[in-house]
């Protein structure tokens, strides 16, 4: 079966710049099979499904780069803190007590739904017991990039860094070849996790041909800690340990000056920038537009639900636009068109997944959204891309299709039960609460 679907704006990020009307995108199975004229797509398949999308912009499905999915239970739990008081007093001792295999998959389930309807299709995560997190992606439906925490202290997971990445390949041998799953090494910043085991992650990594996820240069304390403990800023100490790579995607990097900026370039790093948990815990402001500029690939991440407390990209996204123009002192930088981008073939490119996602053109998987411009506050509309940006809200999307499976329609999801989300969600509160 093909579904012609047909909107006012077509916005396939590649070519860049490019808004198409009067245009069609045919879906069959799970690639996009075709984008053409409107007029073209109902005589070639008129055995097609037709959507009319009449008011609506249709785009990729946005990529989130960075988040802690199950988190999501924790949100609201300890706000208004600094970076190392929150983990250290308020989050560590919370997970200590709660996290498990069945918080995970309910909280992960929870963040995707909450992600979906807003317009992710994909979601770079990083936390404990991987196969919940994995099984929480097929159950949603979402595309799930599955981050395997390293650290060298005890959790309710693991009792040291070697147990985490044994459990970290067996999760990844588990789902091998599952559609819709993949799996990436992820060492929780460099003030957790000891030369020894980044050296071992790196040969994991070669071996088996995984990505590497980890927090960097988060905060000045980190920067500042590393220059006591090792003589040196935690970039320069993880490039020595070969960590700097395209396989890399650096989550934060809010305080990089220039020379990092060029090693960045230079090794083809991924950044991941989390602009709301950035501002929420006082952590800085990155250099995006300077990074950008030195041809460093940015895209973009909401954090967790506990640092964030929104999983809302569209809104990050904004936010991230118009940070970039006020630290640059540039209101040119970081345009619509380019923070659209970010959030959707950037993110793909990060991932190594731009060859399927990240853009609509004819052979790529169909991870596609439809967003309703029709509403009061989008209203004049002269140019889509920007109000997309700079106007829109999470709730204006309509639809979302990943792998050409439609898991919403008009704000409905399809294959989720929200009332029986909403009372998962209280029944973890009431939990956490009481202990």
């Not at 991987?130 to 599955?146: D, I, Q, Y």
């Amino acid at each position: 079966m093909k579904t012609c679907l047909h909107p006012k704006y077509l916005i396939p990020i590649e070519p860049a710049a490019t808004v198409l009307q009067n245009h069609a995108l045919v879906m069959q199975d799970e690639k996009i099979l075709a984008v053409l004229s409107s007029a073209d797509a109902r005589q070639q398949y008129p055995d097609a499904q037709h959507v009319e999308l009449a008011e609506h912009a249709l785009m990729p499905g946005m990529v989130n780069l960075h988040g802690h999915s199950a988190m999501s239970l924790l949100r609201g739990l300890a706000d208004d803190l600094s970076l190392m008081d929150w983990l250290n007093n308020h989050i560590w001792p919370a997970e200590k007590k709660h996290v498990s295999e069945e918080f995970v998959f309910d909280g992960s389930v929870y963040a995707m739904a909450e992600m979906l309807r807003g317009g992710t299709t994909t979601i770079n995560d990083m936390y404990f017991h991987h196969e919940a997190v994995a099984r929480a992606g097929l159950h949603t439906g979402m595309r799930t990039v599955v981050g395997c925490s390293v650290l060298e202290f005890p959790t309710g997971y693991a009792a040291d860094a070697d147990a985490y990445l044994d459990k970290a390949m067996a999760a990844q041998q588990a789902f091998q070849g599952q559609s819709g799953v993949a799996f990436r090494l992820a060492p929780h910043a460099p003030y957790t996790v000891s030369d020894i085991t980044f050296k071992k992650i790196v040969a994991l990594a070669d071996k088996h041909d995984m990505g590497i996820h980890c927090h960097i240069h988060e905060s000045m304390d980190e920067v500042n800690d590393s220059l006591r403990d090792h003589g040196m800023r935690p970039l320069q100490r993880l490039h020595q340990l070969g960590l700097l790579s395209t396989r890399l995607i650096a989550a934060h990097m809010v305080h990089a000056n220039e020379d990092e900026i060029q090693l960045l370039a230079q090794q083809g790093v991924h950044i991941a920038h989390n602009p709301a948990s950035n501002l929420k815990l006082a952590s800085g402001f990155a250099p995006i537009h300077a990074m950008q500029s030195a041809g460093v690939n940015v895209g973009i991440g909401t954090d967790g639900a506990a640092s964030n407390n929104k999983l809302d990209l569209l809104g990050d996204l904004r936010m991230a636009a118009l940070l970039a123009k006020a630290v640059s002192n540039n209101p040119t930088a970081l345009n619509a068109g380019k923070a659209l981008e970010m959030a959707t073939l950037a993110g793909a490119r990060a991932l190594g997944m731009d060859k399927q996602i990240g853009s609509l053109v004819a052979g790529k998987l169909a991870d596609i959204i439809a967003i309703d411009l029709s509403a009061l506050e989008t209203l004049p509309l002269f140019d889509p891309v920007s109000q997309i940006v700079y106007a829109a809200g999470r709730e204006q999307i309509s639809h979302v299709w990943v792998n050409g499976r439609c898991l919403m329609a008009e704000r409905q999801l399809l294959n989720q039960d929200a009332a029986q989300l909403k009372d998962k969600a209280i029944w973890w509160q009431q939990r956490i609460t009481a202990a």
